[in-house]
């Protein structure tokens, strides 16, 4: 809020000092890009605590990595959109402040006679560092989306799936009726008392043991 800043400079007099402000209002992209940065940091720090103390609700039914996906996602293109508004926000104040441009506000400096020079330029450096900081979290928060997506079960299915389909068809025909149920060594066919366990034909168990026991027993 520039408008609100007022300093005394000096008249041609000498004895009198006018009062002047600065131009501009640019508290809108820092208040915006403050409150993602406020909001992200709680989040990160109930994120930190959920996945500590409450790893086992978390992955209940999915719900816990699914949030945590959408919210990533979101925070992500918050902080490109709040960096860009205060890296705009910030150039804007530079001009504003620029030591011509203030100049060009004194009632003395505007007579040719007189020659304005500023004393010292404005320190921006710590301004110039939180946008470089807003970026870097951007930078952060997209490449933890990455993470965030292995969490979830739309990356484990998308696995998962190929692999089921490529282990049904061996298992078809190795443990179908081709090599265990019908010529196998156990199948069907070989084993001794297959016949004689269906009680339609009569009592013995095998027709391979002797036959006179068979008919003996039916008499």
Avoid at 196 to 216: D, L, R, W
Wanted: proline content about 5%; glycine content about 10%; overall charge neutral.
């Amino acid at each position: 809020r520039l408008h609100r800043v007022n300093f005394e400079a000096p008249t041609c007099e000498g004895k009198r000092r006018e009062t002047l402000a600065l131009i501009g209002d640019f508290s809108s992209s820092a208040e915006f890009f403050v409150t993602i940065a406020v909001f992200a940091f709680l989040y990160s720090l109930a994120a930190t605590v959920v996945y500590i103390f409450f790893q086992n609700k978390y992955r209940e039914n999915n719900r816990g990595p699914l949030i945590d996906f959408i919210v990533t996602v979101v925070f992500s293109f918050l902080w490109l959109v709040s960096s860009s508004a205060w890296a705009k926000g910030l150039s804007d104040v530079k001009v504003a402040t620029d030591p011509d441009e203030v100049l060009l506000l004194l009632s003395a400096c505007k007579q040719q006679s007189n020659k304005c020079l500023p004393v010292r330029s404005p320190v921006m450096s710590s301004l110039n560092t939180s946008v470089v900081f807003g970026y870097l979290n951007f930078i952060l928060w997209a490449g933890n989306i990455w993470f965030v997506f292995k969490e979830t079960g739309w990356h484990s299915s998308g696995q998962r799936h190929p692999a089921d389909t490529m282990d049904k068809h061996p298992s078809g025909y190795n443990q179908g009726g081709y090599n265990q149920d019908s010529y196998g060594p156990a199948g069907g066919y070989n084993q001794p008392g297959s016949y004689g366990q269906v009680g339609e034909y009569g009592q013995s168990q095998n027709y391979g043991q002797s036959g006179p026991t068979s008919f003996a027993n039916q008499i």
